[in-house]
C-alpha cells in the first residue's frame, strides 16, 4: 500500500472536520430537545423520535402556542438531516481520487431491517457537497439557538 498523497491527506483531513461540524450542530439540536423535555415534562426523551414528539406536545401547551409555528419547524428540518448524521456518526469512509483531481468519498452503515435482519447501506459524495452540508446544518442550528434562548428568557426556563 502507497503513502497518501498530500491532496488525498488534505481531503481526509478536510471530511473529518466537515464530518465534527456535522456531528456537533446535529448534537447541539438534539441536546436542547431533551433539555427542553426535561424541563417541562420531567422526563428524559432518550430517542430522537421521543424528542421530537416531547417537542411537540410542548409546542401544543397552553402558554408556547405563540412558538408552536417555530418548534415544529426546528422538528421537522432536523429530521432533514438524520441520514447524513447517521453515515456521519456510523458510517465508515473510504476515499478515491484519480490523476485528474478528482474525488469521491463512499460511506458505508448497517441498518437494521428486522430482528436479526440488516442491509449495507452506501452513499457516495464530495468535499463540496459535505462542506454544503456542514454550512447549512450550522445556519439551522444558529437559528434552533437563537429560539430556544428566547423562549428560554420568556418563560424564565433557566432559573
Do not use: W
Given at each position: ?6 491532496f488525498q491527506k488534505s481531503l481526509v483531513k478536510e471530511m473529518t472536520y466537515v464530518r465534527g461540524r456535522i456531528l456537533t450542530s446535529y448534537a447541539q439540536v438534539e ?129
Amino acid at each position: 500500500m502507497e503513502e497518501p498523497s498530500e491532496f488525498q491527506k488534505s481531503l481526509v483531513k478536510e471530511m473529518t472536520y466537515v464530518r465534527g461540524r456535522i456531528l456537533t450542530s446535529y448534537a447541539q439540536v438534539e441536546f436542547l430537545l431533551a433539555d427542553i423535555a426535561v424541563k417541562l415534562e420531567l422526563k428524559f426523551p432518550y430517542l430522537i423520535d421521543k424528542r421530537i414528539k416531547a417537542v411537540r406536545r410542548i409546542a401544543e401547551r397552553e402558554g408556547y402556542e405563540s412558538y408552536k409555528v417555530e418548534l415544529e419547524q426546528v422538528c421537522d428540518d432536523l429530521l432533514k438531516y438524520d441520514d447524513v448524521r447517521k453515515f456521519m456518526a456510523h458510517g465508515f469512509v473510504s476515499l478515491t481520487t484519480d490523476p485528474a483531481g478528482n474525488h469521491l468519498y463512499e460511506m458505508l452503515m448497517y441498518e437494521r431491517r428486522g430482528e436479526g435482519v440488516f442491509e449495507l447501506m452506501r452513499a457516495q459524495t464530495t468535499l463540496p457537497r459535505l462542506q454544503n452540508a456542514a454550512e447549512d446544518i450550522t445556519r439551522y442550528v444558529s437559528h434552533v439557538v437563537k429560539l430556544f434562548e428566547r423562549i428560554y428568557l420568556e418563560k424564565k426556563l433557566e432559573q
